[in-house]
């Protein structure tokens, strides 16, 4: 099992940048796909991004891509998210993730998540 502790989130106004960061414990973490979801109000949680072990292979949410930058550390277990222009739709909880070595984006692919940061950017 692993453990996922998610933090960096806040407030900031269109156009701000935040980032995320995700310290991850209790597996070898270069050995773990992860990925970042959301989950807004009222709304199912949704994928934004994943990265590969290696950090080489990385994919993005169209909706965040061009804007949002996924990154690991395996020297620190910390995987990040740094979010540009940010944008109200952006608003949610996001969520680190793992479905250890699933190259997957359905949630119900992921087993291990973390607790969740809030994000609010306001108009």
């Known amino acids: 099992q692993v453990q996922l502790v998610e933090s960096g989130g806040g407030s900031v106004q269109t156009g701000g940048s935040l980032r995320l960061s995700c310290a991850a414990s209790g597996r070898t973490f270069s050995s773990l796909v992860m990925g970042w979801f959301r989950q807004a109000p009222g709304k199912e949680r949704e994928f934004v991004s994943r990265i590969s072990q290696s950090g080489l292979r990385k994919t993005y949410a169209d909706s965040v891509k061009g804007r949002f930058t996924i990154s690991r550390d395996n020297a620190k277990n910390t995987v990040y998210l740094q979010m540009n222009s940010l944008k109200p739709e952006d608003t949610a909880v996001y969520y680190c993730?793992?479905?250890?070595?699933?190259?997957?984006?359905?949630?119900?692919?992921?087993?291990?998540w973390g607790q969740g940061t809030q994000v609010i950017v306001s108009s």
């Open positions: 993730a793992t479905g250890g070595s699933s190259w997957s984006t359905d949630v119900a692919d992921f087993g291990s």
